[in-house]
Every structure is written in C-alpha cells, then in structure tokens.
C-alpha cells in the first residue's frame, strides 16, 4: 500500500518545466510566501540557481527541519536522494530554477 501524503494546509508552489530532453530538466519553481512543493524524493542529482533572494524552509523526514538563505544566482547542488517539503518561510514571493541531470557522463 503506498504512504499517503499529509493533508496539505498551505497553498503549492507553482512548477514551470522550461526544457526537458534525454540529458536534463529545467523547472521554475515560484513560491508566493507560505507556498510548499509538498513532500518529494529528488531521484536525479539536481542543481538549484535562485532567480530571488529568499528564505526556505525545509521539512526533512523523521519530522526535523532545517532553514536555507536563498541569493539570487548563487547557484547549489545536492545528490539525488533527497527527500523533503520545501515551504517560502519569507514575507514575499520567491523563485529558483532547478536543474535535474538525468544521467552523468564520466
């Protein structure tokens, strides 16, 4: 039986998928303050370019959390695996353009 995501009581993040080839994946994600992704498991290494200055919220599994200050083209990347909700913890509305690698070449 698959796990059932909580009851969401905050409004979703907006996901704007601008290229998606057999190399990567590029969404805009938009946030209006309070606005979540709701809980996700990164399956691809992926790269974060904030296009807004901003503060996250991050909910991480086993009920912990974590804050993240976003500037605006101060680019961070993370390993696939990851699993969280990510919530716009700031007053205003913010984005970020995520970049998965579908495959790695070596």
């Known amino acids: 039986m698959r796990e059932r995501e909580p009851f969401r009581c ?13 190399h990567v ?3 805009r994600w938009d ?17 974060v ?3 807004t200055d901003g503060t996250l919220l991050l909910e991480l599994p086993g ?3 974590a804050t993240a200050e976003l500037k605006a083209g101060a ?9 969280h909700n990510v919530v716009n913890a700031g007053a205003a509305p913010l984005a970020f353009v ?8 070596g």
């Open 31 to 47: 946030f209006e303050p309070g606005a979540e992704t709701g809980w996700h498991r990164h399956g691809m290494v992926y790269v």
């Open 49 to 51: 370019v904030p296009v």
């Open 63 to 65: 009920g912990a959390t």
């Open 75 to 83: 680019s961070y990347a993370r390993a696939a695996g990851v699993e």
């Open 10 to 22: 905050r409004p979703p993040a907006v996901p704007t998928v601008q290229s998606d080839d057999a």
């Open 25 to 27: 994946r590029v969404t």
């Open 98 to 105: 995520e970049v998965e690698l579908k495959h790695l070449e």
